[in-house]
């Protein structure tokens, strides 16, 4: 596999935020990302959760299923819930033939609650910390069980969010049971230096989401003390070559890296004030400027 470049449906229909985009049908979403011309989505909560049923819908498209979003509660809750819930989702997208899950730990996350999310950002205890590593290497073993690899993705509004956090989690994770998601817009809404996080740990990242931020919005966030779905609907991401982030020196680490994998554009925002097909033919036609691809 070399690089592959897809987009998530989130731009369309928001799994967070249902009301954003209840009108979009997710036949309209593939066909608009087939359009634009990405090969590769994401699971969303309007697809048919029958892998026969989506794939029939995917194959006309010359669509294929990249991933899909995991909730993992190691920290809050016992392991055995955590462990069945994961084993669903892992077979459905093993069906799918996607070769990563992304697992984001959900424990104390403020990331769906109306919060202020700079402010009130959750961290965990000593304790915890070990809950989380030791529990993310077993669901790193049942993925292996498919042949595949869980990503985590480090994520506003958790307790793996900033620098620290994410190299305390590789540092007490082992390489081949939990490997990295990197996403460009939660680094940067954090404050973090993604060239930093991606040259770091560029042999342990497996999955790329491309978020771009809108400098201004962010920063309002921060001084009227916003939720992060607040922030979202405010329209502080945006597709990537849209925003204060510059992709390019992203794209030579990517490159030089000799990176094997996908590339999912990640832009929620309100599709009635962004259209979710023009901005996925935007993005798609800034991909190609930067990478060629
Ligand atoms: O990967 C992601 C999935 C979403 O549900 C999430 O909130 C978004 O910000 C993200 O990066
Ligand atoms: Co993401």
Same mark, same amino acid.
């Given at each position: =596999?070399?690089?592959?470049?897809?987009?998530?449906?989130?731009?369309?229909?928001n799994?967070? $935020?249902p009301?954003?985009?209840?009108?979009n049908?997710f036949q309209?979403?593939?066909?608009?990302m087939?359009?634009?011309?990405?090969? *590769?989505?994401?699971i969303g909560?309007k697809?048919?959760?029958n892998?026969?049923?989506?794939?029939s819908?995917?194959?006309?498209?010359? =669509?294929?299923?990249?991933?899909?979003w995991?909730?993992?509660?190691?920290?809050?809750?016992?392991f055995?819930?955590t462990?069945?819930a994961?084993?669903l989702?892992?077979?459905?997208?093993?069906?799918?033939?996607?070769?990563?899950?992304?697992?984001?730990?959900? *424990?104390h996350?403020?990331?769906c609650?109306?919060?202020p999310i700079?402010?009130?950002k959750?961290?965990?205890?000593?304790?915890?910390?070990h809950?989380?590593t030791t529990?993310?290497?077993?669901l *790193?073993? =049942?993925?292996?069980?498919?042949? =595949?690899?869980?990503?985590?993705?480090?994520?506003?509004?958790t307790?793996?969010?900033?620098?620290a956090?994410?190299?305390?989690l590789?540092?007490?994770t082992?390489?081949?049971?939990?490997?990295l $998601?990197f996403?460009?817009?939660?680094?940067?809404?954090?404050?973090?230096?993604?060239?930093?996080?991606?040259n770091?740990y560029?042999n342990?990242?497996?999955h790329?989401?491309?978020k771009?931020?809108?400098?201004?919005?962010?920063?309002?966030?921060?001084?009227?003390?916003?939720?992060?779905?607040?922030?979202?609907?405010?329209?502080?991401?945006?597709v990537?070559?849209?925003?204060?982030?510059?992709?390019?020196?992203?794209?030579?680490?990517i490159?030089?890296?000799?990176?094997?994998?996908?590339?999912?554009?990640?832009?929620?925002q309100?599709?009635?004030q962004?259209?979710?097909? $023009?901005?996925?033919?935007?993005?798609r036609?800034?991909m190609?400027?930067?990478?060629?691809?």
């Amino acid at each position: =596999m070399t690089i592959n470049l897809g987009i998530c449906p989130i731009g369309w229909t928001n799994d967070d $935020l249902p009301e954003l985009g209840a009108e979009n049908t997710f036949q309209q979403a593939l066909s608009e990302m087939a359009l634009a011309g990405f090969t *590769g989505t994401e699971i969303g909560n309007k697809y048919p959760k029958n892998p026969v049923e989506l794939h029939s819908h995917l194959e006309p498209r010359g =669509m294929s299923i990249a991933s899909g979003w995991f909730s993992a509660f190691l920290t809050t809750k016992p392991f055995e819930e955590t462990a069945k819930a994961f084993k669903l989702k892992l077979d459905f997208l093993h069906a799918m033939g996607s070769k990563v899950i992304v697992v984001s730990e959900q *424990g104390h996350s403020i990331q769906c609650l109306d919060r202020p999310i700079y402010d009130e950002k959750p961290t965990f205890s000593e304790e915890e910390w070990h809950l989380l590593t030791t529990g993310l290497e077993k669901l *790193g073993n =049942m993925a292996h069980e498919k042949e =595949m690899e869980i990503v985590f993705h480090h994520h506003m509004g958790t307790c793996i969010q900033t620098t620290a956090e994410i190299e305390r989690l590789m540092e007490e994770t082992q390489p081949d049971k939990v490997s990295l $998601l990197f996403d460009t817009g939660h680094l940067v809404f954090s404050g973090e230096d993604p060239l930093y996080i991606y040259n770091k740990y560029a042999n342990r990242i497996k999955h790329i989401h491309f978020k771009d931020i809108r400098e201004e919005r962010m920063n309002n966030v921060k001084s009227e003390h916003s939720s992060f779905l607040q922030g979202v609907k405010a329209g502080v991401f945006t597709v990537p070559g849209d925003g204060m982030i510059d992709f390019e020196p992203i794209w030579h680490a990517i490159h030089t890296s000799d990176y094997q994998g996908w590339i999912m554009v990640e832009a929620e925002q309100d599709p009635t004030q962004a259209n979710p097909f $023009l901005y996925a033919k935007m993005a798609r036609e800034y991909m190609n400027q930067i990478t060629g691809l």
